[in-house]
């Protein structure tokens, strides 16, 4: 892959915090520069050796980059990815770490000037926890977990070989989609599994919360994430969410209507044949 | 806690089993018998030493014993204890491992004749995984965990203490209340979110499972669970499922109401209401 004189990370939370470390760790660049809102989340991040130099300022921070990710909450992506395209040098490649694609590629590739050579393609590091910040960030996040990087008729076809060599470079199994699959595929297997999570955890009252167990536990772990950080996530892919959840209504509801009938084997059967294929997750892996 | 003679399981899969190794280890009693509906199963507990003696009689594994634990999918644990009830001998004590428990008790209850001393308190040690087997039993499971023993008119004083006082020999973390509570409790706790897991992994399709990552993993771990023995516990708790399953609706449908109309703020109100109750559930362990 590409070693790159400097990468600049936008946004040096859990996911960009991580990046970076894992780039330190790898030696993919020569210089790690992160950009911050806050003084404090700076100090935090130096602290952490997650970057080797933080700024305030986006165009300090990108001017002389040669590869910027956006690791920014999902909804200012395109609003910072604007200024990054005023600042970026010539030739300067940019990506994302966010949870949604189609309206966010779509913006950004609005935004691109054809007199500007400046580089985007779509990124999602499908990594992560319940934890968010720098604190919890560490080099082996990306290690082995799914990247999703996104092709439409825009993109470049130099750059996108460039991404995808700087994922994989990370450690990461990087697939190629249109935006648009992207958000269908992670609105089942992310954003839903999130939405019933948060769900079961607002319905269960605190007396019950005394006897819960592992079961209980896991099911509702990604309900300790950051509430609007997944706002941002649900409201950004809100169709392809929708769509999901009439999906897992179906199946809930054939469950719950077979057993308000007391039929037996039909709840069997529904049982079992989740049960298989989620079996096939595991053995995926 | 009272040391017993014999320990009878009746059922020895992953909590039979772990229940076996864990008295064992504890040396909480001289000998651990094992009734079988099959010989495969005694062979494999004997093996992993989860038992000292295997038969495939009720009559002949009870007719000595002073305790008796019925550890066998729980549709059938009625049904073995009236045989239980008959080879007792006076003054055995009977327990159970079953998911539910108020129709499950009632129907017991009823069995017992006032003319035998022989006594029940219903029990639900509340370990497990989603695996099943007593390959998988270990004498740690219940170390730590909660355990739900019940209490009703016709409940023994002096037995329910001998109950209480064998799981807690056994480490787990008591609690006593009535049957009805019981059922209510675990209908948020555990049937409800094994419900919404399996309605999950249903509903996502096999392509899609290529890019699941941890989120989609925890969410649907529980989906893993033997598809006939959880058909059994929801059929056996039926009432209570539904009503848990009607307020998960309820919050479910806020979110997704909120989020068809692009509220932000209260869809993030909604997702924070949850993520602080969860956080509780951490807190407390």
């Known amino acids: 892959m590409t ?23 790898r030696r993919l660049a020569c210089e790690v520069i992160g950009v911050f809102r806050r003084t404090s989340t700076l100090r935090r991040a130096l602290k952490h050796k997650a970057i080797d130099r933080g700024t305030m300022s986006i165009e300090d921070g990108v001017k002389d980059s040669d590869f910027i990710i956006l690791a920014t909450p999902v909804l200012l992506i395109p609003t910072i990815a604007r200024e990054v ?3 970026a040098k010539k030739g300067a490649i940019i990506t994302d770490a966010g949870s949604t694609k189609e309206w966010l590629v779509n913006k950004i590739e609005r935004t691109l000037k054809p007199s500007k050579p400046v580089f985007f393609v779509g990124s999602h590091p499908m990594a992560g926890s319940e934890h968010s910040g720098v604190e919890f960030a560490n080099g082996d996040l990306l290690k082995d977990s799914p990247c999703i ?15 995808v060599g700087f994922w994989k470079g990370l450690g990461a199994r990087v697939e190629i ?18 939405l019933v999570a948060f769900s079961l955890a607002g319905t269960v009252s605190e007396k019950e919360l005394r006897y819960a167990a592992e079961g209980f536990k896991d099911t509702t772990r990604v309900a300790l994430s950051d509430a609007r950080l997944w706002a941002d996530i649900f409201l950004s892919n809100q169709k392809e969410i929708l769509k999901s959840a009439r999906l897992f209504e ?11 009938r007391r039929k037996y084997s039909e709840v069997a059967r529904l049982l079992e044949a989740a ?8 053995n995926g892996r």
Chains 1, 2 share one sequence.
């Open 177 to 194: 989609m249109s935006p648009a699959s992207h958000d269908r595929s992670v609105s089942f297997i992310s954003h839903l599994p999130h």
């Open 275 to 282: 049960r298989a294929k989620r079996s096939k997750f595991t």
């Open 3 to 25: 070693k790159f004189n400097k990468i600049t990370i936008i946004g040096v939370g859990l996911i960009g915090g991580s990046i970076g470390l894992a780039i330190k760790k």
């Open 85 to 87: 395209i005023k600042y």
């Open 149 to 163: 990087v996104t092709k439409t008729g825009r993109t470049n076809k130099n750059t996108l070989g460039k991404v």
């Open 250 to 260: 179906k199946y809930y509801k054939k469950i719950i209507k077979a057993l308000a």
